[in-house]
Every structure is written in structure tokens, then in C-alpha cells.
């Protein structure tokens, strides 16, 4: 079992839908959690942190934490073609060290 | 503009050649890091560093070496670069607290022929 679990995909959505992304994770122990969206052929960059249960909102993007059940999860609302990538999930569960454990990435796919 | 630079940002090189991958950032972090990233794998962790003369090797064994003698420079070298090296190599760092944000590169795609 990995330690970072997320469904490759694709997802696809059509435009100006809610696009819903999970991710579980192993590690009761960790503390932080990190949503990055990667472009083929790009470096991933950050969308969301949340260190918390329950959401936290930026813009189109809400991120939910479950730390009982181990699940965080991503929401992209009213979703664009440039939304179409993949999002990595990552969880901190070192704090010394802050390493990040990423999942495999689900492809979205916005159809527009 | 604080930001993180890696060069070259594309190398194609022969079987046997030393090559090095330069990493700097200009946001005064203190702990840098590189992953080794396969097409459509996930981000692999080959090293790190907490601060200068600070390197620990990451979760996936990587036959690559790095340095930190200055705090915004990460460099990563292989000394005989082989075919098996073919990848992509991300370099990111993040402030010294537990839960910070890591900052990726734009990442240095390696052929090795």
C-alpha cells in the first residue's frame, strides 16, 4: 500500500462543473497536507495548504481534511480547460524534516 | 523577485560523462531539496538539506551526490551519468518551520544516450 493514495484518472468534467479530487493517506501522524497542480511538462506549483479538519477556501478552490478518516480532498468549482492537469496530493508527516510524500496525481480533464 | 532557477533546463549527454545540475534560490530558505521524477510517476525524494554543509540522502536511493556550502545553492552531480539516469530533477525549497510550503524549480529534464 502507498503511502499517499490517490486515483490516476482521467477525471473529466465539463466546463463550468465541480471538479472533486480525493487523496488518502496512511500516516495518522501527519500533520500537514498539500495540494500542487502539475502541467505536462511543467514543475508542480502549490494551489493549497491545510494543516486543519474541515475547509479552507481560496477562490474556486476548496480544500477538506479528515484527519479521522484519513482523506483530503480537493474541490475545483465552475472549472476551465485551464484547469485540465494534475494535481498532486503531498502530506508532510515529518516536521522535523518537512519532507513531503506525493501521490501519483489525478489527470483532470476539463472538456470545454 | 525571489524565485528558484535550475540549470539546464534540458541535457542530453553520453553514457559515462560527469554532469552537474545547478539549483539556486534567492528566498533565503533554509532547506532545499531535489525529487527525481519518472513520466506520469510520482515525485521521488533523493536528497535534502537543512542548511549549509547540511545533505541527507532522500527516500529513493539515487547513485547522484549533492553540496550545500552556500544557503542558496543545492547543486546535484553525477559522476558517470548512465542511461538509467534518464529523468526529470526537481529541485524545491521551503522555510525552516515543520509545516512550510516547498517551492519547486522549473526542473531539469536528462537524457542520457
Known amino acids: 500500500q502507498k503511502e499517499v493514495e490517490q486515483n490516476s484518472g482521467p477525471l473529466s468534467v465539463p466546463e463550468g462543473a465541480i471538479a472533486s479530487l480525493n487523496c488518502t493517506y496512511s500516516?495518522?501522524?501527519?500533520?500537514?497536507f498539500f495540494w500542487y497542480r502539475q502541467y505536462s511538462g511543467k514543475s508542480p506549483e502549490l494551489i493549497m495548504s491545510?494543516?486543519?479538519?474541515g475547509d479552507k477556501e481560496d477562490g474556486r478552490f476548496t480544500a477538506q481534511l479528515n484527519k479521522a478518516s484519513q482523506y483530503v480532498s480537493l474541490l475545483i468549482r465552475d472549472s476551465q480547460p485551464s484547469d485540465s492537469a494534475t494535481y498532486l496530493c503531498a502530506v508532510n508527516k515529518d516536521g522535523a524534516t518537512n519532507k513531503l510524500i506525493f501521490g501519483t496525481g489525478t489527470l483532470l480533464a476539463v472538456q470545454p | 523577485e525571489a524565485d528558484i532557477y535550475q540549470t539546464p533546463r534540458y541535457l542530453v549527454i553520453g553514457t559515462g560523462k560527469k554532469i552537474t545540475l545547478e539549483c539556486s534560490q534567492t528566498?533565503?530558505?533554509?532547506?532545499m531539496y531535489w525529487y527525481q521524477q519518472d513520466p506520469g510517476m510520482e515525485l521521488h525524494l533523493i536528497h535534502y538539506?537543512?542548511?549549509?554543509?547540511?545533505?541527507e540522502k532522500g527516500d529513493l536511493s539515487s547513485e547522484s551526490t549533492v553540496s550545500r556550502i552556500r544557503t542558496e545553492h543545492f547543486p546535484l552531480t553525477l559522476e558517470s551519468a548512465r542511461p538509467s539516469h534518464t529523468s526529470q530533477y526537481l529541485c524545491a525549497s521551503s522555510e525552516a518551520g515543520g509545516r512550510e510550503t516547498q517551492y519547486f524549480g522549473p526542473g531539469t529534464r536528462l537524457l542520457v544516450l
Open positions: 491545510i494543516y486543519s479538519n
Open positions: 528566498m533565503g530558505h533554509d532547506k
Open positions: 500516516d495518522r501522524g501527519s500533520q500537514s
Open positions: 538539506s537543512y542548511g549549509v554543509n547540511s545533505t
